[in-house]
């Protein structure tokens, strides 16, 4: 399923700016293309990345559906 978010991010990124943001992230501007038009899943940990690099602009929870970040969010307080 295409995430019209990162696509959006993408396209309005410069070449060497999406270069920036794809290695900042850990990944390729390649794969983050499959990613953004379906033809590949989104790990937690690389969602994760983006959603930090994006500034929350695409956020991880639109990229892992399947993934229960508000779970991680709210044991926060579990850490001391």
């Known amino acids: 399923m ?4 990162l696509v959006s991010y993408l396209a309005n990124l410069a070449n060497t700016a999406r270069d920036e943001f794809a290695k900042n992230c850990g990944t390729t501007p390649g794969y983050l293309k499959q990613i953004a038009y379906g033809n ?8 994760i990345q983006i959603d930090k690099h994006s500034g929350g602009k695409v ?22």
Not at 2 to 5: G, I, T, V
Not at 59 to 80: K, M
């Open 2 to 5: 295409r995430n019209y978010h």
């Open 40 to 47: 590949r899943k989104c790990n937690a940990s690389l969602a």
């Open 59 to 80: 956020s991880c929870d639109s990229l892992c559906p399947d993934v229960d970040f508000d779970y991680i969010r709210n044991q926060t307080h579990l850490i001391a």
